[in-house]
């Protein structure tokens, strides 16, 4: 099983800044991609980005540019730092480990999130 452990959300203002911090720990897949997700009330769980053990990124068009997802493979970690927050990103954060090795492609792991809420 894997464990995840999310921190740093908070209350931020409209323009502010804030790191999300994931901790992963217990049998965590050799071959991973980690991310962070998000749900706003009354939508459905949406990608905020992704990164490879490798650093490759990917981040959703609403989000280019103003976040950024890193991770630390020795420490089994991945950030978020979100910058230009608006008050649509207000939603709780929730990451992700997802393995793309064989035999178990595809399953996925997740915290319980944290939530970041952007006031206007």
């Known amino acids: 099983q894997v464990q995840l452990v999310e921190s740093g959300g908070g209350l931020v203002r409209a323009g502010g800044s804030l790191r999300v911090s994931c901790a992963a720990s217990g049998s965590i897949p050799r071959a991973n991609v980690m991310g962070w997700y998000r749900q706003a009330p009354g939508k459905q769980r949406e990608l905020v980005a992704t990164?490879?053990?490798?650093?490759?990124?990917n981040y959703a068009d609403s989000v280019e540019g103003r976040f950024t997802i890193s991770r630390d493979n020795a420490k089994n970690t991945v950030y978020l730092q979100m910058s230009s927050l608006k008050p649509e990103d207000t939603a709780v954060y929730y990451c992700n480990v997802r393995n793309v090795g064989f035999p178990a492609f595809g399953m996925d792991y997740w915290g319980k999130g944290t939530l970041v809420t952007v006031s206007s």
């Open positions: 990164i490879t053990s490798g650093g490759r990124t």
